[in-house]
């Protein structure tokens, strides 16, 4: 079985100060985790993913998010906030196996403050 | 570029007139997933097709039905929508066995009146 928990609902962090967005997870297979953002009135977007290799891993537009087993943790950090990050960020985890369903937490609203 | 696109971007139905909402992918992939997202909600999973076996969630209303004619395309037919399933919905696929994650498309924003 697998679980996803976003600690916070929301965020709000002032422009060019650094953001974290958490998240825990369960699994009961090594587990593939990916975070996602979802702007207003639009689709999923994939920010980064990690699947067994670094546990550091890098995404677009400056995120980057680090595996921690140990804490069972996938934390999503910014160094330095702009005004278009202001969304929805899903953690989602999956077990990549055949039928395996993704499992989304209930998403973080990030707020930008001028 | 592939990609996964839905059609329409909006749609208006009325209260209990069938409606379809569509998918199709360029990639290839072999699992195609509808989700259905209300607002300031999470996406919750309707169905997904590996291949040609449809795995319908255990919560997933009978109203709701869902066809894949190819590997192309997919299908999400409300039989009789009512007020309460007017939200986002969610087509994404993935090809299980390589973790590249699962791709989105721009979803259907349903409205019923």
């Known amino acids: 079985a697998q679980s996803v928990t976003q600690l916070d609902s929301h965020v709000s962090v002032s422009e060019g100060t650094p953001v974290l967005l958490r998240c825990n997870y369960s699994s009961s297979y090594s587990p593939s985790l990916f975070w996602y953002v979802q702007h207003p009135n639009k689709g999923l977007q994939l920010l980064l993913k990690?699947?067994?290799?670094?546990?550091l891993v890098k995404g677009i537009n400056g995120f980057e998010a680090e595996f921690k087993k140990s804490e069972t943790s996938f934390h999503l950090t910014k160094p330095s906030a702009h005004m278009s990050d202001a969304a929805e960020y899903f953690c989602?985890?999956?077990?990549?196996?055949?039928?395996?369903?993704?499992?989304f937490g209930k998403g973080t609203r990030l707020h930008i403050l001028p | 570029d592939a990609m996964v696109i839905q059609n329409p971007r909006y749609q208006v139905t009325q209260f209990g007139k069938p409606v379809t909402l569509s998918c199709s992918q360029t990639?290839?992939?072999?699992?195609m997933y509808w989700y259905q997202q209300k607002s300031s909600q999470a996406p919750k999973l309707l169905f997904h097709?590996?291949?040609?076996?449809?795995?319908n969630e255990a919560d997933t209303p009978d109203n709701f039905q869902s066809r894949r004619p190819n590997t192309s395309f997919c299908f999400l037919d409300i039989r009789s929508p009512g007020l309460g399933d007017a939200a986002m919905y969610l087509c994404?696929?993935?090809?299980?066995?390589?973790?590249?994650?699962?791709?989105f498309g721009s979803g259907t924003r349903l409205t019923v009146v």
């Open positions: 990690y699947t067994s290799a670094a546990t």
């Open positions: 990639l290839n992939h072999n699992v």
């Open positions: 989602v985890v999956s077990a990549q196996v055949r039928d395996d369903k993704i499992i």
């Open positions: 994404a696929t993935s090809r299980v066995g390589q973790v590249y994650g699962y791709t």
């Open positions: 097709y590996y291949d040609k076996d449809f795995n």
